[in-house]
Structures are given as structure tokens and as C-alpha cells.
T-cell receptor, first 108, second 113 residues
């Protein structure tokens, strides 16, 4: 079965602190993993995908197949990072399975 | 470049009725996916359309159906509405070459009373 788990519904950090949003998945094949973000009053948008191996807005995410994880990290959180973050998985087909999301709040 | 637009933004229906939601894909995109997002949950994949054909379907009953038109716009139809159909319905478009990079609309909020 294809499943994405984001264990934290809420995460709060202070500005300048490191942040890690957890994502675990279950999938029997080779998945493609994504992080989507939704800022306040904006639409859902792609933040990054694992095959791009890039850093977007200071965020990085590494696919760990052994631990079946795709955690999102940023060394120094900013207030503008406050948003809802969704981890998503796509397998061989064209469907995209999303986790329930983590609301990140960065306090000044 | 025009983004993904959805209409209407809000809709109220009663149980048993039928509803049609509309989506215009981003300029240059030929693939449309529909999602249902219940309160406090992530989006759930309903189905995808490519070149006017269904190109993948999630775990939704047949009363959820769709169409894609030659201009790549799309409709989501839901028959025999149930209370649990109350949700935000999201449309996302993509290009077949990078089909998994999806651009989302703002959604239609459906309330079933």
C-alpha cells in the first residue's frame, strides 16, 4: 500500500533555529517524493522534489530509502517560512498521495 | 502565463443533488488532476485526465466522474451528493512531459447540507 505519514500536525520553532519536518512513506517500488507548501491565503505550490536534489528557499530534503523517509530541513528558519507543508509521493502510476500536513510556525 | 483557475469558489448543495465543478488549466498544460481535501487532511487524488481520457483514478466511487475538453479545461461531476462529500476540491494542471510537477488552483469549497 502507498502511504505518506507526517507525524507532526503542528511544529513551532524560533526564528534562526533549525527546523526539520518529518515525512515517512511506505511504497514497494521506487517512489518519487515531493514537498508542497501552502502559505497563508495562497494556493498549494511545489517546494521541491527529490530527484532535483536542489535547495529551495534554504530547504533541502534527502530521500532515505533505508528508513523510508524524506524529511524537510532548513538550518535557520525565517518567519516567512510559516506555512502548511505537505509531503507527497507518486509511484508508478499518475496518482499523487499526500500526507496530512504539518503546520510550521516560526516565532520571532 | 495564466494560472489554474477554478469555479465556483464556493458552493452549497443538499444531499442527493448533483454538482459540476470547473477548472481551466495553466497555459500550455495538457493534463489535469482533481483532488478532494477534507478539513485537516491532505489532498486525496480523485483522477487525472490527459488528452480527454481518464489517465488514472484514486479510490473514489463511480459517482465521481470527469471530463476534459479539447482546450484542456476540465470538469468534475459528483452525483448523489453525500454529507461526506463536503470538502475543498482542488484542480492541478501539468504538462505531460513533467506530469508530476503540478500547479494547483485555489479550489472550490463544496458544502453538502
Amino acid at each position: 500500500a502507498q502511504r505518506v505519514t507526517q507525524p507532526e500536525k503542528l511544529l513551532s520553532v524560533f526564528k534562526g533555529a533549525p527546523v526539520e519536518l518529518k515525512c515517512n512513506y511506505s511504497y514497494s517500488g521506487s517512489p518519487e517524493l515531493f514537498w508542497y507548501v501552502q502559505y497563508s491565503r495562497q494556493r498549494l505550490q511545489l517546494l521541491l522534489r527529490h530527484i532535483s536534489r536542489e535547495s529551495i528557499k534554504g530547504f533541502t530534503a534527502d530521500l532515505n530509502k533505508g528508513e523510508t523517509s524524506f524529511h524537510l530541513k532548513k538550518p535557520f528558519a525565517q518567519e516567512e517560512d510559516s506555512a502548511m507543508y505537505y509531503c507527497a509521493l507518486s509511484g508508478q502510476g499518475n496518482d499523487m498521495r499526500f500526507g496530512a500536513g504539518t503546520r510550521l510556525t516560526v516565532k520571532p | 502565463e495564466t494560472g489554474v483557475t477554478q469555479s465556483p469558489t464556493h458552493l452549497i448543495k443538499t444531499r442527493g443533488q448533483q454538482v459540476t465543478l470547473r477548472c481551466s488549466s495553466q497555459s500550455g498544460h495538457n493534463t489535469v488532476s482533481w483532488y478532494q481535501q477534507a478539513l485537516g487532511q491532505g489532498p486525496q487524488f480523485i483522477f487525472q485526465y490527459y488528452r480527454e481520457e481518464e489517465n488514472g483514478r484514486g479510490n473514489f466511487p463511480p459517482r465521481f466522474s470527469g471530463l476534459q475538453f479539447p482546450n484542456y479545461s476540465s470538469e468534475l461531476n459528483v452525483n448523489a451528493l453525500e454529507l461526506d462529500d463536503s470538502a475543498l476540491y482542488l484542480c492541478a494542471s501539468s504538462d505531460s512531459g513533467t506530469i508530476k510537477i503540478q500547479y494547483f488552483g485555489a479550489g472550490t469549497r463544496l458544502s453538502v447540507l
